[in-house]
C-alpha cells in the first residue's frame, strides 16, 4: 500500500482549501461561517487519516458540491472580476480534489474502500 501519492494530494487540496478560507476572511466574509466550514473539513480529514472510508465519500460529495456552488457563483457575477478570478478557478480544483477523493487508488487501499 503506497500512502504517498495520497498524503501529497490530501496535503495540497487541504492548504489550497485553507488558503481560499484565509482569503475570504480578508475579504470580509463572516468569520464564523468560514470557522464551522475549515472546523468540519479538519475533522473529516482526520478521519481520512485514520482510515476511515466514510470520510472519503462525504469529502468527496461536500468538494462536489462546493465545486458546483462556486463556479456557478463564478458564472453569475462574471462582471465582478475578483470573484471571477477566485471562485472559477477553486471550483474547478474542487471537482478534481472531488474526483481525487472517489477515484484515488492509493486512498481506496489506505481507507480499505475498494
Not at 69 to 88: P, R
Request: proline share 2%.
Amino acid at each position: 500500500m503506497r500512502k504517498r501519492p495520497a498524503l501529497q494530494g490530501m496535503a495540497w487540496i487541504f492548504g489550497i482549501t485553507a488558503g481560499v478560507e484565509l482569503l475570504t476572511v480578508a475579504m470580509g466574509g463572516n468569520i464564523s461561517k468560514i470557522l464551522f466550514r475549515f472546523l468540519v473539513l479538519t475533522i473529516l480529514f482526520a478521519f481520512l487519516l485514520k482510515g476511515y472510508g466514510f470520510a472519503r465519500y462525504v469529502l468527496g460529495v461536500l468538494y462536489f458540491a462546493g465545486g458546483l456552488y462556486a463556479l456557478f457563483a463564478g458564472l453569475s457575477n462574471a462582471s465582478n472580476s475578483i470573484v471571477l478570478l477566485v471562485a472559477i478557478p477553486f471550483g474547478l480544483g474542487s471537482l478534481a480534489a472531488a474526483w481525487f477523493f472517489f477515484r484515488s487508488r492509493a486512498l481506496r487501499a489506505w481507507t480499505g474502500s475498494a
